[in-house]
């Protein structure tokens, strides 16, 4: 699956942005999404996942009861809404996914084989 990542930008402390993870192909459903975030020198982190059918979600806790992770099977398409954006938000952003029919949440880099192309999200102080 190819995967497109759009919807960073700048935005102050306390704001909100909604990231989009476009994908193709036809078994979207099937595919368990992840967003993933990494700021210069550092490793890659997890930050939210979300299973196919049944629908099951799991996130970092630096980001739990600020973020929701969401998708739209007739769409292709997932979703991550940002609320109460900190400065320590700041990183890179990306969406990944793994084909598997499987409720266990996903948190590894490695447990995803394929990755959008990153979308940069900037909150100033």
């Known amino acids: 699956v190819q995967l497109q990542a759009s919807g960073g930008g700048l935005v102050q402390a306390g704001g909100s942005l909604r990231l989009s993870c476009a994908a193709s192909g036809r078994t979207f459903s099937s595919y368990h999404m992840g967003w993933f975030r990494q700021t210069p020198g550092k490793e890659r982190e997890f930050v939210a996942s979300?299973?196919?059918?049944?629908?099951?979600?799991g996130y970092a806790d630096s980001v739990k009861g600020r973020f929701t992770i969401s998708r739209d099977n007739a769409k292709n398409t997932g979703y991550l809404q940002m609320n109460s954006l900190k400065p320590d938000d700041t990183a890179v952003y990306y969406c990944?996914?793994?084909?598997?029919?499987?409720?266990?949440?996903?948190?590894?880099?490695?447990?995803?084989?394929?990755w959008g192309q990153g979308t940069q999200v900037t909150v100033s102080s």
């Open positions: 979300i299973t196919g059918s049944p629908i099951r979600t």
């Open positions: 990944a996914a793994k084909s598997v029919y499987s409720t266990r949440i996903r948190t590894a880099e490695a447990e995803f084989d394929s």
